[in-house]
Each structure stands twice: as structure tokens, then as C-alpha cells.
């Protein structure tokens, strides 16, 4: 098994007509920004990258990333177990070229601009943070209550009371 360490430098273009093949494993904590956003910086990802060459003649990278991380409940702040399973298609694009826009219907593939340079180890990492939930909460958590177990007085209860008579 590959440990990704530091970058995971390649040419896409090269990777793909060669139908290039990586897989191994990441670990969080070398990932600073995914790193910065859970709960607990600790976990490995099984990742894979696969270069091909349709009949077409376009070029593609497809990605996958599974494991599991812990995010921040957003009602209770304990931590959450998030089970991560992605996978993405890209089609290659020279950077700087347009993308034609009968192939921005297309739903099967993501458009990746690309020079002759791509750091794969990057690229799973942008991958995994967009497919983080904006919000994870507990299906069954309930919202905090104060430490005499009352329920906490809104924010806006202690605004009317500063609020002063005309």
C-alpha cells in the first residue's frame, strides 16, 4: 500500500493515456485543511486515481476516497462519525482553454482545468472537504441546556432586556 506523503506530484495528461493507476492510503493529520475542520484529527482514507482515454479522445482522472472522520455535532458540539465514500469522474481540460458548453450538461464527469502538473494528494483532499455536510448534526441529540439543567434563555431574552423605553 502507497502512503501518500507530502505531494503526489503527476502529469495528469501522461497519467491518463497511460492509464495510470495509484491507490493507497492518506493520513488526516498530514491533511492540514481537512485536518483544521473535524473534531478529531485522526483517521486514515483509502484513495484511489485512475487515468484513462475515452474513444473520443478526451482524458480522465477518476478519484475515490472512503474512510471515517470525526466532525463537530453543529446542535450538541460532541463529536459525529461521518463515513466518507466519494467518487468523481474528471474530464481533462488544458488550462486556459474553454469549455464548450454542450459538455457543461453533461452530468457523468467534472471538468478540471489542468496543466502538466496535478497534485493528486490536493485533489482528494478538495474532494473530500466538498462532500463534508455543511451542518452534521445526531439523528436523536437534543440542544444543550444549562448546567441546572433549565433550558437557556435565548440570546435575543437578554437583548430586550437592555433594550431601553423610548
Known sequence: MFMFRGAWLIDPWAFARTSGR???AM???ELSRLSGSVA???GVFDVSATGSVAEDGHSYINVKASGKIWLTCQR???PILHVVRHEV???LWRT???LPGDELLEDGFDALPAGNELDLAQLIEDEVLLGLPLSPRH???QVPHSVSGAADSSSF???KKLRRPH
Open 139 to 141: 439523528a436523536d441529540c
Open 157 to 159: 431574552d437578554m437583548l
Open 89 to 91: 469522474l474528471f474530464q
Open 27 to 29: 493520513d488526516l493529520a
Open 96 to 98: 486556459g482553454e474553454a
Open 40 to 42: 478529531l484529527p485522526d
Open 76 to 78: 450538541c458540539l460532541d
Open 22 to 24: 495509484r491507490f493507497g
